[in-house]
């Protein structure tokens, strides 16, 4: 698959929108309107408008915004967003603090709706089924990583749901803080009607980005694993590893999260500002699991692990961290890291999650909370995961 690079003459992508939000907002101010926005890949993907939240720049609050979704192909499905979860990820990306954002940005890649168009050659979805969207729409499907089912270490890189380069309309491609999505019906994911759909949602990121490591590591019985912390990533670690059958210790650094964490699964609770406490488990642990989006002390936990023991890292703070080889090499121990997982096991997660009834603990928000919610979540005042009901768009 190729990216498709600006045509000469072409008007910038933004300014495209504008002509569709001008055209959305003559239409008796219905934003549904569809919008001819010139050039496509074909007749078949000419975009139609959606209603959707974006953040203009790294520092304005996030608004109501036009966004085009292109008509659904022959293996494409169109989804209805119901709700969308809101990851520290949207955050950093909004702020661009991983220096890579692209404005408007329209954040959201947990996302759960209902299927309201197939394409001709769908056979996994039909309209009025729950379906999912998470980090990825698209990836090369030819590479190594492809075909071994890690299309999110696709080596030219995976389509993510948002902030990459559109391979169907130009420009970038727009989340799920949005009304709508079309997405190849090989990068959606079926979901239970049995679980909330709210709650399921917290599960196409932060729910595989954790499942998918501690399978990786084979956690299980007879295994001491820590997860450091209490967060949306967090708290389905800790779901994630007690049902898998391990001993589980939450580090935290916010002490009143002790009796969630034990509710959640958690055996041991840890307050990681107190050295007493950490010292108790030198070298202890098989596993350990860091979710922390800023900057910490990372050797505090190296230094929690066995020899052979293993830390990943799931949590991308803004700013490097730093390791002391003395902590690597002592004990022959492993620093990984691990990126949300693939398809075939994002599939996998969701059924074992259907299967054991393992759903995110969310606090639902309107549309319009959502910058709110972003200072919350800085705060660690989320217990445990925000979401959007889309219904409030
Ligand atoms: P979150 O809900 O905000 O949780 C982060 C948790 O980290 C907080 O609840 C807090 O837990 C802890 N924390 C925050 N600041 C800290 C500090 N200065 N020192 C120590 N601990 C601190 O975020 P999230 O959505 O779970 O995401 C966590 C990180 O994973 C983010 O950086 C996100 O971008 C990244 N992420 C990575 C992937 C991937 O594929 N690898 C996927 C999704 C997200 P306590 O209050 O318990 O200490
Ligand atoms: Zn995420
Ligand atoms: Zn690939």
Request: net charge negative; hydrophobic share 40%; glycine share 10%.
């Amino acid at each position: 698959m190729t990216i498709q690079t600006k045509k000469q003459n072409e008007p910038e992508q933004g300014e495209r929108f504008k002509v569709l939000q001008k055209e959305s907002a003559h239409s008796e101010g219905s934003l549904r309107a569809s919008a001819r926005l010139g050039h496509t890949t074909g007749e078949q993907h000419r975009p139609v408008g959606a209603r959707a939240y974006a953040a203009q720049s790294a520092t304005a609050p996030l608004g109501p915004f036009t966004i085009p979704r292109r008509e659904v192909g022959d293996r494409d499905v169109r989804i209805d967003i119901l709700y969308c979860g809101v990851c520290h990820s949207d955050l950093h990306q909004v702020r661009n603090e991983w220096h890579n954002t692209l404005y408007p940005c329209v954040p959201g890649h947990e996302i759960v709706g209902r299927v309201v168009k197939v394409g001709r050659a769908v056979t996994k979805f039909k309209e009025g089924e729950l379906a999912a969207v998470g980090c990825m729409v698209d990836s090369c499907r030819t590479c190594s990583s492809c075909r071994a089912g890690y299309e999110q270490y696709c080596e030219p890189g995976p389509v993510l749901t948002y902030n990459s380069p559109d391979t169907h309309l130009e420009g970038v491609t727009y989340g799920g803080y949005s009304e709508a999505i079309v997405v190849d019906e090989a990068f959606v994911l079926r979901v239970a009607e049995k679980l909330d759909p709210a709650a399921v949602a917290p599960l196409l990121c932060a729910g595989i980005t954790t499942y998918s490591p501690l399978r990786r590591w084979n956690v299980g019985e007879g295994q001491k694993v820590g997860i450091v912390g209490l967060g949306g990533l967090g708290h389905m670690a800790v779901k994630f590893a007690r049902s898998f059958g391990a001993h589980v210790v939450l580090f935290t650094t916010s002490p009143e999260k002790g009796a969630d964490a034990i509710r959640l699964g958690a055996h041991e609770v840890v307050v990681s500002k107190n050295i007493g406490e950490m010292n108790k488990h030198l070298n202890s642990f098989e596993f350990i699991l860091d979710a922390v989006s800023a900057e910490h002390d990372i050797n505090a936990y190296l230094n929690l692990l066995k020899v052979d023991g293993t830390l990943t890292l799931v949590g991308l703070p803004e700013k490097p961290l730093d390791i002391a080889a003395f902590n690597l090499i002592g004990r022959r121990r492993r620093f990984a890291g691990s990126m949300i997982g693939g398809i075939a096991e994002t599939q996998e997660m969701l059924d074992y999650c259907a299967a054991h009834g393992i759903i995110s603990d969310v606090e639902l928000i309107s549309i319009d909370q959502v910058d709110e919610a972003y200072e919350r979540m800085l705060k660690g005042r989320v217990k445990y995961r925000f979401v959007i009901d889309m219904e409030s768009l």
